[in-house]
C-alpha cells in the first residue's frame, strides 16, 4: 500500500533562517506531487505540483522553491524566512489520473 | 471569489444531531471530495464523487452537477465527528473550500 511521509513534525525556527522540509512517498511510482500551505484560519493554498522529477510548477510567487531530486521525493525550501511562512505544510500525492489526493501527515511551522 | 464556497463556517451541535454542511463551486469539475482534517491537523479523504450520492457509515454525501453544490451530512452526530470538514473539487487543478469547524457537544 501507499504511504506519504513528511518531516519534521512541527519546527519553530526564526525570521531569516533557512527551511526544508522533505516529503516522501512510498508504494507508487511517477505520483504527481503537491505543497500546501494552510495558515492560520484558512483554506489550503496551493504551492507547488510536480509531474515528474525535476518538473516543479509554482503557483503562487513567494520566497519559497521546491525541487523533486527523485521520483517519490519532494522537498520545499526557503534561503530566509518571513513571518508570514508560518503555517501548516502539507504535502499530498495523486496518481497519474488525478482522482484522489493523499495527504502527508504535515508539518507546523512557526517563525517567529 | 473563491472557486469553491463552503457553509457554515462553524457549526455547533448536540450530540445526536443531524448536521448538514454544503459546498458550492464555480468551476468545472471532474470530482468532488469531502475531507475531514482533525484537530492535530491531519487530513483523511472521507468520499470522492462525481454525480449521485454515497454513504458510508453516519456520513452521506450528495452531488448535483447542474447546481454545482454537494452537500455532507451527518446522521445522529457524535462528539468524535468534531473536526474541520474540507470540500476540494478536481478542476484543472485541486481547488479548497476554507473549512466548516464543526464541533458536537457531549
Known amino acids: 500500500s501507499q504511504t506519504i511521509h513528511q518531516w519534521p513534525a512541527t519546527l519553530v525556527q526564526p525570521v531569516g533562517s533557512p527551511l526544508s522540509l522533505e516529503c516522501t512517498v512510498e508504494?507508487?511510482?511517477?505520483?504527481?506531487l503537491y505543497w500546501y500551505r494552510q495558515a492560520a484560519g484558512r483554506g489550503l493554498q496551493l504551492l507547488f505540483y510536480?509531474?515528474?522529477?525535476?518538473?516543479i510548477s509554482s503557483e503562487v510567487p513567494q520566497n519559497l522553491s521546491a525541487s523533486r531530486p527523485q521520483d517519490r521525493q519532494f522537498i520545499l525550501s526557503s534561503k530566509k524566512l518571513l513571518l508570514s511562512d508560518s503555517g501548516f505544510y502539507l504535502c499530498?500525492?495523486?496518481?497519474?489520473?488525478?482522482?484522489?489526493?493523499?495527504f502527508g501527515p504535515g508539518t507546523r511551522l512557526t517563525v517567529l | 471569489k473563491n472557486e469553491v464556497e463552503q457553509s457554515p463556517q462553524n457549526l455547533t451541535a448536540q450530540e445526536g444531531e443531524f448536521i448538514t454542511i454544503n459546498c458550492s463551486y464555480s468551476?468545472?469539475?471532474?470530482?468532488l471530495h469531502w475531507l475531514q482534517q482533525h484537530p492535530g491537523g491531519g487530513i483523511v479523504s472521507l468520499f470522492m464523487?462525481?454525480?449521485g450520492k454515497k454513504k458510508h457509515g453516519r456520513l452521506i454525501a450528495t452531488i448535483n452537477i447542474q447546481e454545482k453544490h454537494s452537500s455532507l451530512h451527518i446522521t445522529a452526530s457524535h462528539p468524535r465527528d468534531s473536526a474541520v470538514y474540507i470540500c476540494?473539487?478536481?478542476?484543472?487543478?485541486?481547488?479548497f473550500g476554507t473549512g466548516t469547524s464543526l464541533t458536537v457537544i457531549p
Open positions: 508504494g507508487t511510482s511517477n505520483p504527481n
Open positions: 510536480s509531474v515528474g522529477i525535476g518538473q
Open positions: 499530498a500525492w495523486t496518481g497519474v489520473s488525478r482522482d484522489t489526493q493523499y
Open positions: 476540494a473539487v478536481n478542476g484543472n487543478q485541486f481547488y
Open positions: 464523487l462525481s454525480s
Open positions: 468551476v468545472g469539475i471532474s470530482a
